[in-house]
């Protein structure tokens, strides 16, 4: 089956830890995008990448960090640096991220929560 | 900035109801609309897209329309069911966004269907 897989599901971490969370797509996407959501509020792009060994920041990257090695593999990585990092986390993908009217399919989610 | 509005935030009907959801964005100049569906604790799945040069468009018992000149967007439901009852999201892609899809969510209207 073709779509988006991120794990964990539920990834607990104590204060000062790094956690890195996995994003895998096999549809052969270029775009790929992870986003945070917390109770009550839309969707906020954390970093996204158009390309391999490419990407930027979206509008809330302090305290996270990625990388994007290989086309199916877009990991994040929350760290120590990120004061408030309890949220719910979902990566997407899209054919190309420079058309205007690509739909972004996005995986399962990964519920974070700092002990 | 692109700012999106979805009213209400909650909404509790009976089945069998026809239902309006809306959403309004503050900058006309934008590439496309989306809705989504978001099951708790999931992702998000992609129920209709308007294309900018489009006023609707139709996917079973859903109907999206698009006035950009206002900066409004519904999501009529035709006889909604209990299956219906999730988180409907908006978003839309503004024009002047450096070349990427990126996406500016609303907070979602989460809507329950009782029977």
């Known amino acids: 089956d073709g779509g988006i897989t991120q794990s964990p599901k539920y990834l607990f971490r104590k204060e000062g830890q790094n956690v890195t969370l996995s994003c895998e797509q096999n549809?052969?996407?270029?775009?790929m995008y992870w986003y945070r959501q917390d109770p009550g509020q839309g969707l906020r792009l954390i970093y996204y990448?158009?390309?391999?060994?490419?990407?930027q920041k979206g509008d809330i990257a302090e305290g996270y960090s990625v990388s994007r090695e290989k086309k199916e593999s877009f990991p994040l990585t929350v760290t120590s640096a990120q004061k408030n990092p309890t949220a719910f986390y979902l990566c997407?993908?899209?054919?190309?991220?420079?058309?205007?009217?690509?739909?972004?399919?996005f995986g399962p989610g990964t519920r974070l929560t700092v002990l | 900035k692109q700012e999106v509005t979805q009213i209400p935030a909650a909404l509790s009907v009976p089945e069998g109801e026809n239902l309006v959801l809306n959403c309004s964005f503050t900058?006309?100049?934008?590439?496309?609309l989306q809705w989504f569906r978001q099951d708790p604790g999931k992702g998000l799945t992609s129920l209709l897209l308007?294309?900018?040069?489009?006023r609707e468009q139709t996917s079973g018992r859903l109907n999206a329309s698009l006035d950009k000149s206002s900066g409004r967007s519904t999501l009529y439901i035709a006889a909604s069911q209990p299956g219906d009852s999730a988180t409907y999201l908006c978003?839309?892609?503004?024009?002047?966004?450096?070349?990427?899809?990126?996406?500016?969510f609303g907070a979602g209207t989460r809507l329950a269907v009782h029977p």
């Open positions: 997407a993908s899209s054919t190309q991220g420079r058309g205007p009217g690509d739909t972004q399919y």
């Open positions: 549809l052969n996407h270029d775009a």
């Open positions: 990448s158009q390309i391999v060994n490419d990407f």
């Open positions: 900058d006309s100049a934008i590439y496309n």
């Open positions: 308007i294309q900018s040069s489009q």
């Open positions: 978003a839309v892609i503004p024009m002047f966004s450096g070349g990427y899809n990126k996406l500016i």
